[in-house]
């Protein structure tokens, strides 16, 4: 009887289930769109989700974006405002439902939305979904709808203009809720789109779909306990002390509707691979898509997620503060049920960069203008998202800002998180990092070139000699190349003999630099503990092909040497190797290596101790089973590719022959 009684509820239960699905009707509006500069005649097809520039390109009329200059060739692109139309038929049964909304869970960024002639949404954030009820403006048959967007660059322009003589520091990017990298990075093009970037749709129903019911099914803990030292910074997953071991995450394209779910699988799988257990999503990017939380809880990676705000201050009207309240909500509730976001944190370095980067003196700040600001800061981020996100979320810990102190200060390295760029931005040596580790290291890195394949094809020849203007628009970090020769002078080639180098032996040296650097920080980092319980790389991945802190290739995720120096300092099974001997102190000799191809395998040899050998193949771009690697005389190793090649040509470095050239 019980039996039978179950299954008749069962049954009712999917019926219900079944009687609601029908009761409601999603209708993608995907297709048929076109696109066109405000105020010309000329109609071009368009691609959803999309952006104003991968449209230009799709249709032929501007060249690729990442190819040698011209990034600065279509800044033209960001000051023009830009129209989006498309029809889509609704049907009489769709009508009579009691409720229909357009649906816009991704809209970049200033944009008015006409149905049918009827201005129905006005959206000003490309962080929120924008839903409206169009029941009084649909109609059966062919409805017309139309965005137009404006100009998200001559918008911010105008709001820092109307609020002179106050600024805010450092870019007035901060009047608009886009994603800051679009306009621009020390790593990152400036392509400041505007776009439908996430796919729109009708929704009629007669009941509204319940919410999902938020359940978290382990006790998260950040535990920030004063002790002997300073401060203690750890994170606790049910009651046990992890060590974070990981990298930062921005996009990883400067065009977000290039980033399919392949790439995603890609990018997460190098995390993986490396030994990561961390993941920090960078507050000048996006709250990435479900699919890369769905991805991170698979593979037991952690995610630390910043709010979308990044080393600039912020205005303080009700206008700006109600917009951040609503995408604050909007996407912890989306994000939520991931188990993987174990921290939500208010921002990226402002903290830090209102008391420590200069702004009030560079920009002669009057003392007024110096308290509102922080003042508006400590409102938002001190008082008002902690509030907000503990309304929808109070299960996780929240911090307001990453860091809280400068790396140049004690603190940095005794309380909290720490962004220690002493190595790199302050010149410092790598041993510097001996005394200089803090108790959660969530950014540090150290800069290389991009493999010399995608140098490859991002120039032409005769591009391809050091500091071109061409490889000069492929590296937008301050005294980049400087510092980078700054580096190869202490730990490989005098400085004479650099600037005699071949692109491509450049290119090898600073990626055995940055493998240096990273493996023996890694090391560092991993031997205090438990004083030390994080190290986060600064950074994964690359949104266009640069010269950068990246220890991924933009193109197809090729790693660099740095992700294999990273994937074994990140193992459990075995203590990082640390070894501080400065290669260029090394007495090489030279190691005539050897090698043979068996199927996807290479095995190599050498006669005479070799370091950081390094094995190419033209045209792969994967990942092999392990890269520039000492080869000790007579030893023979093995290592492998992904795949079949049909008559590889391999081509093998390493460094005695590479310093041997000079």
């Known amino acids: 009887m019980k039996l039978k009684k179950s299954f008749y509820w069962l049954v009712c239960f999917c019926l219900a289930n079944l009687s609601f699905v029908a009761n409601a009707q999603n209708i993608d509006l995907k297709e048929g769109w076109q696109f066109r500069e405000v105020k010309t005649d000329k109609w071009f097809a368009a691609t959803i989700p999309g952006e104003i520039h991968t449209d230009l390109l799709n249709n032929k009329t501007i060249p690729d974006p990442f190819y040698r200059d011209n990034e600065k060739k279509l800044q033209w692109i960001e000051k023009k405002d830009w129209e989006y139309k498309t029809t889509f038929q609704v049907t009489a049964a769709t009508l009579k439902k009691k409720n229909t909304e ?110 999902k019911s938020y359940v978290l099914d382990r006790k998260i803990e950040l535990v920030q306990q004063p002790d002997s030292l300073g401060k203690s910074f750890y994170f606790k997953i049910d009651g046990k002390p992890v060590y974070m071991k990981g990298a930062n995450y921005i996009p990883s394209d400067a065009f977000l509707s290039k980033v399919t779910k392949k790439e995603y699988e890609k990018v997460i799988a190098l995390a993986k691979d490396a030994n990561m257990n961390m993941l920090r999503v960078w507050g000048g990017g996006i709250y990435e898509d479900d699919y890369f939380y769905d991805l991170c809880d698979k593979n037991g990676i952690y995610v630390w997620q910043d709010f979308m705000f990044a080393g600039t201050m912020v205005p303080g009207d009700d206008a700006f503060f109600d917009n951040v309240k609503k995408e604050v909500q909007y996407q912890v509730k989306r994000l939520r049920h991931h188990k993987s976001i174990v921290l939500w944190c208010g921002n990226n370095e402002i903290d830090e960069a209102f008391k420590d980067w200069g702004w009030q003196k560079s920009m002669k700040m009057p003392k007024q203008d110096s308290i509102r600001l922080w003042k508006d800061y400590v409102r938002l981020f001190q008082d008002s998202i902690p509030k907000w996100v503990k309304e929808v979320d109070d299960k996780r810990p929240y911090i307001s800002s990453s860091p809280l102190f400068h790396w140049s200060k004690a603190k940095s390295i005794t309380e909290g998180d720490s962004h220690y760029w002493g190595t790199w931005w302050g010149l410092e040596d790598v041993e510097a ?54 580096y190869l002078n202490r730990y490989f080639i005098k400085s004479e003999k650099i600037k005699k180098m071949s692109v491509e032996d450049y290119t090898y040296l600073t990626q055995c630099l940055q493998y240096y650097s990273l493996k023996n920080i890694i090391g560092i980092h991993r031997s205090k503990a438990p004083y ?128 041997n050239r000079y």
């Open 532 to 659: 030390n319980m994080g190290t986060l790389v600064w950074q994964l991945n690359d949104c266009w092909p640069v010269a950068s802190w990246s220890v991924t290739d933009y193109y197809d995720r090729q790693p660099k040497a740095a992700w294999y120096a990273m994937k074994e300092a990140y193992r459990d099974d075995k203590t990082p190797e640390i070894d501080l001997t400065r290669p260029i102190d090394l007495k090489l000799e030279d190691p005539k290596i050897t090698w043979e191809i068996k199927g996807n395998k290479v095995i190599l040899k050498a006669s005479k101790n070799a370091k950081y050998v390094y094995v190419s193949i033209k045209g792969y771009t994967g990942k092999w089973s392990d890269n520039y690697i000492d080869l000790k005389a007579g030893e023979e190793k093995i290592i492998s590719f992904e795949g079949k090649i049909e008559k590889p040509v391999l081509k093998v470095f390493s460094l005695y022959e590479v310093l």
């Open 433 to 486: 990092v001996q005394k200089k580790t803090g108790r959660f290291v969530s950014e540090y890195g150290m800069q290389a070139m991009p493999n010399y394949s995608s140098i490859e094809t991002f120039t032409l020849p005769e591009d391809r000699y050091l500091y071109s203007d061409i490889l000069e628009a492929h590296q937008k970090a301050g005294k980049g190349f400087m510092k980078l020769d700054s």
């Open 102 to 211: 357009l649906v816009f869970d991704g809209l970049d960024t200033y944009a008015t939305v006409y149905l049918n002639n009827q201005l129905v949404l006005k959206a000003d954030n490309m962080f929120r979904q924008w839903r409206v009820d169009v029941k009084k403006s649909i109609k059966s048959g062919n409805n017309d709808l139309v965005i137009v967007f404006k100009s998200a660059q001559n918008v911010v322009d105008s709001l820092a203009k109307k609020d002179l003589p106050f600024v805010i520091p450092d870019n007035p990017r901060a009047y608009v809720r886009k994603a800051q990298y679009h306009f621009g990075w020390d790593w990152g093009p400036k392509f400041t789109t505007c776009g439908i970037w996430k796919t729109p749709r009708l929704e009629a129903y007669d009941k509204k779909t319940p919410e």
